[in-house]
T-cell receptor, first 113, second 115 residues
Framework: AQSVAQPEDQVNVAEGNPLTVKCTYS??????LFWYVQYPNRGLQFLLK??????LVKGSYGFEAEFNKSQTSFHLKKPSALVSDSALYFCAVREAGRRALTFGSGTRLQVQP | DGGITQSPKYLFRKEGQNVTLSCEQN?????MYWYRQDPGQGLRLIYY???????QKGDIAEGYSVSREKKESFPLTVTSAQKNPTAFYLC??????????????FGSGTQLSVL
């Protein structure tokens, strides 16, 4: 069965500092990995995905994620955080042959001015 | 504008009542999904549909029902059998699975509360 874990309920970072939001996954076979962001009282918006190829994936709003197969991780990163990045971030996984994503519990990112 | 429209934004259910949440998309997507969001639990899959007149149960289908009579529409009914229906419900659609364009498009959600 596919599963994903986000070990941190909240991440706090000062504006201008680098940020990392952690995600680990478990699948049978090759994973399809995604990051989505949710702003207050809104639906989720797609940030980036890993299907195959380069381990460093670049996405929207300056975010990137690093796929590490040996550690089964897909951490979200940004070199310099903005206050406007404050939101709820979800990691999601789908294993080949499955039809729908499994989402993590979410990590709230708080960027302080 | 293309997108997914969910209605209503807020919905209140009385005990023993069935309620239906609407989801319409004009993106011409084949696949549609319903997720439930509870604080601290992330999103959990209720039902999904890959094609008209076909749908499958997700991880938490008990107490819910769906239909897919048209490609554009995927309504969710929360029945009286669902004993803890208070949650934020999100509808999503996607065009392509496994390809470079694979991603979910989400509606703005419906907050369901019990009176």
């Amino acid at each position: 069965a596919q599963s994903v874990a986000q070990p941190e309920d909240q991440v706090n970072v000062a504006e201008g500092n680098p940020l990392t939001v952690k995600c680990t996954y478990s699948v049978s076979g090759n994973p399809y990995l995604f990051w989505y962001v949710q702003y207050p009282n809104r639906g989720l918006q797609f940030l980036l995905k890993y299907i195959t190829g380069d381990n460093l994936v670049k996405g929207s709003y300056g975010f990137e994620a690093e796929f590490n197969k040996s550690q089964t991780s897909f951490h979200l990163k940004k070199p310099s955080a903005l206050v406007s990045d404050s939101a709820l971030y979800f990691c999601a996984v789908r294993e080949a042959g499955r039809r729908a994503l499994t989402f993590g519990s979410g990590t709230r990112l708080q960027v302080q001015p | 504008d293309g997108g997914i429209t969910q209605s209503p934004k807020y919905l209140f259910r009385k005990e023993g009542q069935n309620v239906t949440l609407s989801c319409e998309q004009n993106l011409n997507h084949d696949a549609m999904y319903w997720y439930r969001q509870d604080p601290g639990q992330g999103l959990r899959l209720i039902y999904y549909s890959q094609i008209v007149n076909d749908f499958q149960k997700g991880d938490i289908a008990e107490g819910y029902s769906v239909s897919r009579e048209k490609k554009e529409s995927f309504p969710l009914t929360v029945t009286s059998a669902q004993k803890n229906p208070t949650a934020f419900y999100l509808c999503a659609s996607s065009a392509e699975e496994g390809g470079t364009n694979e991603k979910l498009f989400f509606g703005s959600g419906t907050q369901l509360s019990v009176l």
